[in-house]
């Protein structure tokens, strides 16, 4: 199936590309996000979410500017980019492909139409 | 960064508030499950600094390629002024770059040697003829290599021909040069395949050994890796081939297709004849100068031991880098000198264009300054634009380089591409690329001078260019500049052709219309050479048949035989004249060998006496023939017929007659004291014999009969280097040909863009002082004066250039004199032509300027532009 691990985007990075998928949001508001979105079963170190954000808005996958949220504060917003999209595409593929892979070799078998 | 992550603590906190906590129990939790807060302050910082690095650097690529195409949009948007700039640069870079491609290959690129600049030549000179450059004997060779400390080595060379004779194919010709075993070492070379010769294989009756060439090796053995064993017959020799030299070496020139032992010994050596060449490897240490003082020591030391065959013979320690070259060297930098004039002429017109383009666009650098950019991008958007154009030129300057060294090769003279093929390796394509580097810095720093704050402030306000009437007098003076180089390269061209007219009027002393001229070599086997009277019978049939063969042919006027054909130096012996004692100062004679029909057919005139003829055989008494220039020096008395001269031996020869003198050493070199002598009545070492044939119809259609003459009587005879004697006069003025040749097109091309510079500056000058000619038309001046303005402007220019020309070529003339012939380097005539005939260029180029200057209308001039 061809995955090592090293191809594999760290998770917590997927997942910030992930909560940023519908539009730009604040660090805060991206951390709530991950939480909502795994139902609390992947809890992020907030120590880590920050370093992880800058990372990426280094390597040109997230854009980041200063803005005003609905409380009219002053917060630093991330977005996407069109490399960070395409990346997230592709990182999703292959995590499913992995997933599938580890739960064969478990024996877990995912009923289709459920999970 | 601290406000961002404030932002979120703040955030937590109010959740957990929100839920029922207080103020500082949230605090107190939101900041532990936070972790290290200044740690990861610290990586977001990193993180930051890296991003902000990267942006700048893509600001700035992005800024440049954005100005790059901004550039080549205005290039579009004005394509007849980008291709005329365009091109002048790349035609100007071309031609540099083809130049230097020759300088290049033939004077700067090193040997193909180790350490090349230790290898030198040491030549013998002769005080009493003046010459120099002689070879060496090995008799002196010997004693050289005892007593020298400069070099760390010296070996012999010398070059000749020999005949390989194949089962199955024709006789090959073949370049071939004797060394002595060490040579290999002396050079710093080694074989590709086999070995080098051995001591012993270079002892007298040695076996026949050969190296080859890489080129032999290839061109005649089909690059056989096993060739090494293979036994050949060469000169009639079995000979066993040895060894393969490195690739690509051909030495002593190129050409040589392989080397053999010379054979020599101390014991055996001789001193009287001077046929060896020493090459020697300088020690750690020494120097040319050092090496020339020490064989100056040694030769004078020689004169003393052996004054019966030194007398007068002193040491010349050459670079072998120099070889061939010390001559060559003043024309090519001359030529070099002469394209650089001219790129330097077409750089000032398009700098011209460029500032007056630059004038027009005063107002868009107004603009973007108003706009807010900083100087800095203004400036980054003009050096984008220098920048593409010196990119662009230089391309196609490459492109038009390799078209330019395939004309120049084909233009070349042999003797200069023998010395290294001129090619666009990495030194060519290097020195292409820093001349189009400086003309893009030059063009991306003009319009930046050009338009300073005040300039940019003033066309702003005005709508108007500042800048005309403030930097008209640079563009003048870089015109006047322009003339004076077109005029320097005018008389240089000028002067040469002169050389080439006066070489061309030269009367060499032979006729070298309709002479055929071929050579053919006898295979020593068959042919013995021997020394002793007169036991070379074989030689003397074959020369007869030869002779006869070839003047029955139709077609044929007259056929002749000689060992040196007129213009060849060939050799020259010392002799005595009878009843006179031996004069050691009284230097040697050239000596010629020929057939009686040598003098009708290269049409040599008699002056007094008989020719040669069929009486000075074996049985008739041994007769010579001088040249005018042996009678009037040896014989001032006229009492030269009937004397009797002694050379080779106990004999004397009767002098029978007198003839003019035919030039030998080129064409530009008086005739030394020449005597002629039959070959019926001369030893003949085999070797290579010239065949003349006097022609009644073109020469060359007569080349295969007489190739079949020869073949017909042995045909293991090669016939060679075929050729008209009319070509061997045109050769040795190719030099001259092809310098001024060269020369005569740069400067027709310089005159034309000098021209062209005083055209467009007055041009311009009429179309930016429209308003003033109106004024001055509207306050009373007429046609007239406007016309005598413009022209007077032109002549100024004119005038400054013709000066600095005339200025110019003085200083310069003594670079030319070493390559004149027949005329001064200051030959008033030339220089009156070309200042008269430039000048009146020069004043006809602003005829049209003026002409439109007297055509403006006041009214509408003054109304506005």
Known sequence: MGIDADTLYGTLNLLVLRALRDGPLHGLAVSRRIEAETRGTLRVEEGALYPALHRLERDGLLEGSWGRTDGNRRAKFYRLTRKGRRRLERESAQWARHAEAVAAVLGLTTPPGRG | ?865
């Not at chain 2, 189009?436 to 260019?465: E, K, W």
């Not at chain 2, 005018?490 to 006729?511: H, M």
């Not at chain 2, 100062?585 to 008989?610: C, H, K, N």
């Open chain 2, 1 to 865: 960064m601290r406000e961002e992550l404030e932002f979120h603590i703040e955030g937590r906190i109010r959740e957990l508030v929100d839920q029922g906590w207080s103020e500082q129990g949230a605090r107190e939790q939101v900041l532990d499950r936070f972790g290290d807060m200044e740690e990861v302050e610290r990586l977001c910082r990193e993180y930051d600094a890296q991003r902000i690095e990267r942006d700048t650097w893509r600001w700035t690529v992005d800024g440049w390629m954005r100005d790059v195409r901004y550039a080549l949009r205005g290039m579009r948007r004005n394509p007849g002024f980008s291709a005329v700039v365009v091109a002048t640069l790349a035609i100007g870079i071309g031609a540099c770059t083809a130049v230097f491609s020759v300088v290049e290959g033939i004077i700067l690129r090193p040997l193909p040697f180790p350490e090349p600049e230790r290898l030198a030549v040491v030549w013998q000179d002769d005080r009493a003829t003046g010459t120099v450059r002689e070879d060496a004997s090995p008799a002196d060779y010997f004693d050289y290599v005892e007593r020298t400390r400069a070099f760390s080595e010296l070996g012999l060379v010398a070059s000749g021909t020999v005949v390989l004779t194949r089962p199955d194919a024709e006789p090959l010709r073949l370049s071939a040069a004797a060394v002595t075993p060490n040579l290999t070492s002396v050079l710093g070379l080694s074989v590709q395949l086999g070995r080098a010769f051995t001591p012993e294989e270079n002892l007298p009756g040695g076996p026949g050994v050969a190296i080859l060439s890489d080129g032999m090796w290839r061109r005649t053995f089909g690059a056989d890796p096993t060739v090494v064993g293979k036994v050949v017959t060469i000169d009639g020799e079995p000979t066993e081939i040895v060894g393969v030299l490195e690739t690509a070496i051909e030495f002593p020139s190129k050409g040589t297709d392989l080397w053999t032992p010379i054979r020599q010994t101390p014991a055996g050596a001789t001193r009287q004849s001077h046929w060896v060449r020493v090459i020697g490897r300088l020690s750690p240490g020494a120097t040319v100068a050092s090496a020339q003082a020490e064989m100056t020591r040694i030769m004078a030391a020689l004169e003393r031991e052996h004054p019966e065959a030194n007398t007068n013979r002193g040491a010349f320690v050459e670079r072998l880098s120099d070889v061939g070259r010390s001559d060559l060297r003043r024309t090519l930098w001359v030529l070099l000198g002469a394209v650089l004039a001219v790129f330097l002429i077409a750089c000032v017109n398009v700098a011209n264009l460029l500032l007056a383009r630059g004038a027009a666009r005063a107002r868009e650098f107004a603009v973007l300054g108003a706009l807010g950019a900083r100087p800095g991008q203004v400036r980054r958007r003009f050096a984008a634009e220098g920048l593409l154009v010196a990119g662009l030129s230089c391309a196609a300057g490459i492109a038009l380089a390799a078209g330019g060294i395939r004309a120049l090769t084909a233009m070349a003279p042999a003797e200069l591409l023998v010395l290294g093929e001129p090619r666009l390796d990495t030194a060519v394509l290097g020195f292409a690329l820093a001349v189009a580097a400086v003309v893009g810095v030059g063009f991306a720093l003009l319009p930046t001078l050009q338009h300073r704050d005040r300039a940019l402030q003033g066309a702003l306000r005005d709508g108007r260019s500042a800048d005309a009437s403030m930097r008209m007098p640079v563009r003048r003076v870089l015109v006047a500049g322009q003339l004076g180089l077109a005029v320097v390269l005018l008389i240089a061209a000028g002067l040469l052709a002169g050389t080439l007219r006066s070489l061309q009027a030269v009367d060499p002393g032979f006729r070298p219309d309709n002479l055929l001229r071929v050579s053919f070599a006898l295979p020593a086997s068959r042919y013995p050479a021997m020394d002793t009277w007169p036991d070379w019978q074989e030689i003397h049939q074959f020369n007869r048949a030869v002779v006869d063969g070839v003047s029955s042919l139709p077609g044929v006027r007259s056929a002749a035989l000689t060992l040196n054909h007129p213009l060849d130096p060939g050799w020259t012996n010392s002799f005595r004249i009878e009843g006179r004692p031996f004069d050691p100062d009284q230097g040697e004679m050239t000596t010629r060998l020929v057939s009686p029909s040598y003098f009708t057919t290269a049409g040599i005139e008699l002056v007094a006496g008989r020719f040669l003829d069929d009486r000075d055989d074996l049985d008739g008494e041994p007769a010579i023939v001088l040249n005018r220039e042996a009678a009037r020096r040896y014989f001032p008395d006229g009492d030269a017929l009937g004397s009797r001269i002694g050379f080779w031996g106990p004999n004397f020869r009767r002098i029978v007659g007198v003839v003019e003198n035919e030039r030998l050493h080129g064409l530009t070199a008086d005739a030394p004291p020449t005597m002629y002598a039959s070959l019926a009545q001369a030893p003949q070492r085999g070797g290579t014999v010239t065949l003349l044939v006097a022609t009644e119809v073109p020469p060359l259609s007569l080349v295969d009969g007489v190739r079949r003459a020869v073949t017909s009587i042995d045909r293991d005879v090669p016939v060679f280097d075929v050729t008209t004697m009319a070509a061997t006069v045109r050769e040795a003025s190719a030099r001259e040909r092809f310098a001024s040749l060269v020369l005569g097109i740069f400067a027709c091309v310089a005159v034309l863009l000098a021209v062209l510079g005083v055209h467009g500056v007055l041009a311009y000058l009429v179309a930016q002082r429209g308003r003033e000619v109106g004024v001055r038309m509207a306050l009373g001046a007429t046609r007239r004066d406007v016309v005598r303005m413009i022209v007077g402007q032109g002549a100024l220019m004119a005038g400054l250039g013709l000066t600095l020309g005339i200025v110019g070529a003085l200083s310069l003339s003594g670079l030319l004199r070493g390559l004149l012939f027949g005329v001064s380097s200051t030959d008033p005539g030339i220089y009156a032509a070309v200042v008269g005939g430039l000048g009146l260029v020069a004043l006809m180029a602003t005829a049209l300027p003026a002409a439109r200057a007297a055509g403006i209308d006041p009214a509408s001039s003054l109304r506005g532009e």
